[in-house]
C-alpha cells in the first residue's frame, strides 16, 4: 500500500509538474504573439486569454469582443463551436470558422478565425488563434451582394460551390472546392438542365418569378445518373451590365443531403402517417389552411375529398390485421397514382383518407381522379395467398364562392361521405347544400330513438306467413314498430338511419330477438300454435364472432326449442365483408335446427354459387318484384330456382288474390302479405290463428 501511495504522489507530481512546464511555455510563446505583425491571440491549455497581437486592435476590433475573460461564453467561438475548441485544446484537432463583425464605424466585416494547438509531443500546452479578412474576398464573389444569410454561406468556402455563367458568351466558370457538386451542376444549355425531375417544375416557377437583380434562394434534388440522391441549396442572381441588360447569372451551391435527411427524418415522425408514409391529420390541416388561404386572398379554386374503406372492421376481423394493412398501403399507392404529384393525399387515422386538390377550374377537375381511384379499387388485392377486392365511400366538397366561409369544406366532404355509405357504399358524392338539413334531421332521429331505447318503446308486430298448399298458418315474422308517445306506431321506414349506425343496430337487435323470444315462450305456455317466428339478423350482431353462441344460450335461457325460431338474413350481409364468418354462423345455427331464410333475395348481388355455399332452407322474394307485373319472369325463375335446390320459396308482399293466383300457378311455397294478414301486436295472433283456422 505504501509503495502504490508513493507512486500516485508521483504521478500528480509529474502530471502537475508536465501542466507547470505547459504554462511557461505557453507565457513565453505569449510574449512572441505580442509582437508578430498579424491578428493573432494565444490561449492556455483551460483556454484563458494569455496574450494577442497588437494587430487586433490594429484591424480595428478589441480583443475583449473576440475573446473575453473566458473564450468559451462567447465572442470568438460560436456556441455550436465549443466542443471543437475543447477538442482543439484536448486533442489537437485544428478548426476554423468564419466570423462576421461590425466594427466602430459600423461597417460589417467578415473574419476568418483558424484555431491550432500548441503541442510538445502528446501534450498541448497552448491553442493558438490567427484571423484575417476576407470581406473584400466575399464581395468579389458575391459583388455588391450584402444579403447576410447568403454572403455565410458564400464564405462556407470548403463545400461551396460558384459558378458564374456568362449569358453573352455562354461560358461557364466554377470556383470553390467541391468537385462532385461541379460534376453535377455543370450544364450545357439551360442551367435547369441539373435539376432532378420532381423538382423542375417549382424551381422553373421560382426562375420565371425573380427579376433581374433580385437574389432567389433554391433547394432541390440534383439530376444524376448514377441514381444517388443529393439535395443542394441554391442563390441565385443574374447581374446587369453597364448597358443594364442581364450579364452573368452567379449560383451559389451547397449540398444540404445531410441537413435535409435529418430535416425529413423529423418531419417524417412529426407529419408522416408510420403505416403508408402519407401526411398525417396534422400534415393535412396545416395544408388545408394554406388552401383556405389562397381561396381567400387569390381567390383560388379548390376541393376537399373525404374517403373511407368500405367494411374495414369486417376486412380485420375476419382476414386479420396484417390483411387490414396491405389495403390501407395499397390503397395509399392508388390514391397516390389516381391525383396530381402536387395535390395533398393524407391518411387521417383507422381507415380515414383525405386529399385536398388546389387550383381546379371546374367540379370536373375533382371528379376525373375519383373515377380513376374507382377504377383502381376494383382490381383485386393479393395477400396471403388469398386474393380479395375492396371498396370505398368517398364525399367530395368544392370550394368556389369567395364569399362562402372554406372552413365549412371539412363538414360539407364529411356530409357526402356520409349520403354516400347511406346510399350504399363503393360510390362517391358531391356535397349539395340541402344534404346538411337532412344530416341534421338524421342526427336528431338517432338522439330520439338513444331515448326511446331507454323508455322501452320498441315493440315487435307479428306478419303471418301463410301456406298456400295446406291453406294453414306456417309461422309468423317479428317486424320490429317504435311506439311513438306522439307520432303514434311507426314502421321501421320511419327509423331506418337507426339500424345503418352498428351501436343502435346493436341494441336494436337485441331488443327485437329477446323480445320474440320471451313471446314464443309465453305463446308456449298459452298453449297458442304459432308454428315458427322469424327473426331478422343484421350484420352489425354477426360481428361479434359468437352470434350463435348467444342464440342458443338465449334459446335455452327461455326454454325454447330451436325449431320454432327463423332467423332471417338479406343478401348483402351473406354476402359482404366477414362472409366467412356468416356462413360459419348460419352454418352451426342451421345444424342446431334453427332455420335459415334468405330475404330480400334479387336485391342484392347473390350468385348460384352463393346459394349452394350457404344452409339457406327459406328464399323469400323481395315484394318490388312480386307487386311489379313486369318481373313476372323473375319471379317463375326464383322459384324454380328454390325448388330445385330444395328450398322452400316465399313470397313478401301479397296484396290481392290476383297476385296470390299467379304465384300459386308458378309453385311459390309460402305467402306474405295484407292479402292474409297486416303485422299484428302480439295480444291478437291468438284469436288470428283462430279465425284462419290455425297453423301447418
Request: hydrophobic share 40%; glycine share 8%; with cysteine.
Amino acid at each position: 500500500m505504501k509503495i502504490e501511495a508513493l507512486a500516485v504522489r508521483r504521478d500528480v507530481k509529474v502530471e502537475d509538474g508536465n501542466r507547470a512546464l505547459g504554462r511557461a511555455r505557453a507565457r513565453a510563446f505569449g510574449e512572441f504573439i505580442r509582437e508578430i505583425p498579424f491578428a493573432a491571440a494565444l490561449l492556455d491549455r483551460d483556454l484563458t486569454l494569455i496574450a494577442v497581437s497588437r494587430d487586433w486592435a490594429g484591424q480595428g476590433i478589441a480583443p475583449g469582443l473576440l475573446i473575453g475573460a473566458d473564450a468559451t461564453a462567447g465572442g470568438l467561438v460560436a456556441s455550436e463551436d465549443a466542443a471543437a475548441l475543447q477538442a482543439c485544446a484536448e486533442e489537437g484537432l485544428a478548426f476554423s470558422r468564419y466570423l462576421p463583425v461590425t466594427d466602430e464605424a459600423g461597417v460589417e466585416r467578415v473574419w476568418r478565425t483558424e484555431f491550432s494547438a500548441c503541442r510538445d509531443g502528446e501534450e498541448t500546452y497552448a491553442v493558438m488563434v490567427t484571423a484575417r479578412d476576407v470581406t473584400g474576398y466575399a464581395e468579389s464573389v458575391l459583388r455588391a451582394e450584402r444579403d447576410r444569410q447568403r454572403l455565410t454561406m458564400a464564405l462556407e468556402l470548403d463545400d461551396l460551390l460558384v459558378r458564374e455563367y456568362d449569358l453573352r458568351t455562354r461560358q461557364t466558370f466554377f470556383s470553390g472546392h467541391a468537385p462532385e457538386l461541379q460534376k453535377y451542376c455543370t450544364f450545357k444549355d439551360d442551367p435547369l438542365e441539373i435539376v432532378h425531375p420532381e423538382d423542375h417544375q417549382r424551381c422553373a416557377d421560382l426562375v420565371a418569378s425573380r427579376k433581374v437583380g433580385e437574389a432567389k434562394v433554391f433547394e432541390f434534388k440534383l439530376k444524376r445518373d448514377d441514381g444517388v440522391e443529393t439535395w443542394v441549396r441554391s442563390v441565385g442572381k443574374v447581374f446587369v451590365g453597364q448597358d443594364g441588360q442581364p450579364e452573368k447569372l452567379v449560383n451559389l451551391f451547397k449540398d444540404i443531403t445531410d441537413r435535409r435527411r435529418q430535416t425529413e427524418a423529423i418531419e417524417t415522425l412529426a407529419f408522416k402517417d408510420p403505416l403508408t408514409g402519407l401526411p398525417n391529420r396534422t400534415l393535412f390541416q396545416h395544408r388545408f389552411q394554406e388552401a383556405v388561404s389562397a381561396s381567400e386572398t387569390l381567390g383560388e379554386m379548390f376541393g376537399l375529398i373525404m374517403i373511407d374503406v368500405d367494411h374495414f372492421k369486417d376486412i380485420n376481423d375476419t382476414l386479420g390485421h396484417d390483411a387490414g394493412d396491405a389495403l390501407l398501403k395499397r390503397l395509399a399507392g392508388m390514391l397516390q397514382h389516381a391525383f396530381r404529384a402536387g395535390d395533398t393525399v393524407a391518411r387521417l387515422g383507422g381507415d380515414e383518407f383525405a386529399v385536398i386538390l388546389r387550383g381546379l377550374h371546374s367540379e370536373s377537375d375533382m371528379i376525373r381522379p375519383i373515377e380513376a381511384l374507382q377504377d383502381l379499387l376494383r382490381r383485386p388485392i393479393q395477400h396471403g395467398g388469398r386474393s380479395f377486392t375492396a371498396s370505398a365511400s368517398i364525399g367530395a366538397a368544392l370550394h368556389g364562392d369567395p364569399d362562402a366561409d372554406p372552413a365549412h369544406m371539412i363538414k360539407n366532404a364529411d356530409i357526402a361521405l356520409y349520403r354516400a355509405k347511406e346510399a350504399g357504399r363503393n360510390r362517391s358524392i358531391v356535397f349539395e347544400p340541402s344534404m346538411r338539413s337532412e344530416v341534421e334531421q338524421r342526427l336528431e332521429l338517432l338522439r330520439d330513438v338513444r331515448a326511446a331505447l331507454t323508455e322501452n318503446e320498441f315493440t315487435l308486430y307479428y306478419q303471418p306467413v301463410v301456406d298456400i298448399r295446406e291453406n294453414r298458418v306456417a309461422g309468423f315474422e317479428a317486424l320490429m314498430r317504435w311506439a311513438h308517445p306522439e307520432q303514434g306506431v311507426l314502421t321501421p321506414a320511419r327509423f331506418m338511419a337507426a339500424f345503418e349506425d352498428q351501436d343502435l343496430s346493436l341494441k336494436l337487435g337485441d331488443v327485437a330477438f329477446e323480445a320474440a323470444l320471451k313471446q314464443m315462450r309465453a305463446w308456449l305456455d298459452e298453449g297458442v300454435e304459432f308454428g315458427r317466428v322469424a327473426v331478422n339478423i343484421s350484420s352489425a350482431q354477426f360481428r361479434s364472432g359468437r352470434l350463435a353462441e348467444e342464440i342458443q344460450e338465449r334459446l335455452a335461457r327461455w326454454n325454447v326449442p330451436c325449431e320454432r325460431l327463423t332467423i332471417e338474413v338479406t343478401e348483402n350481409v351473406y354476402m359482404g365483408w366477414g362472409s366467412d364468418l356468416v356462413s360459419d354462423t348460419v352454418r352451426r345455427l342451421h345444424e342446431a335446427g334453427v332455420m335459415i331464410a334468405l330475404d330480400d333475395f334479387g336485391t342484392g348481388y347473390a350468385s348460384l354459387a352463393n346459394l349452394r355455399q350457404f344452409p339457406i332452407d327459406r328464399l323469400k322474394i323481395d315484394k318490388s318484384f312480386v307487386q311489379n307485373g313486369e318481373d313476372e319472369a323473375i319471379v317463375k325463375a326464383v322459384i324454380t330456382l328454390g325448388t330445385s335446390m330444395g328450398m322452400k320459396v316465399v313470397a313478401e308482399g301479397v296484396e290481392d288474390a290476383e297476385q296470390l293466383q299467379a304465384l300459386a300457378s308458378y309453385g311459390c311455397d309460402q305467402i306474405q302479405g295484407y292479402h292474409f294478414g297486416k303485422p299484428m301486436p302480439a295480444g291478437e295472433v291468438a284469436g288470428f290463428l283462430k279465425g284462419f283456422g290455425g297453423v301447418d
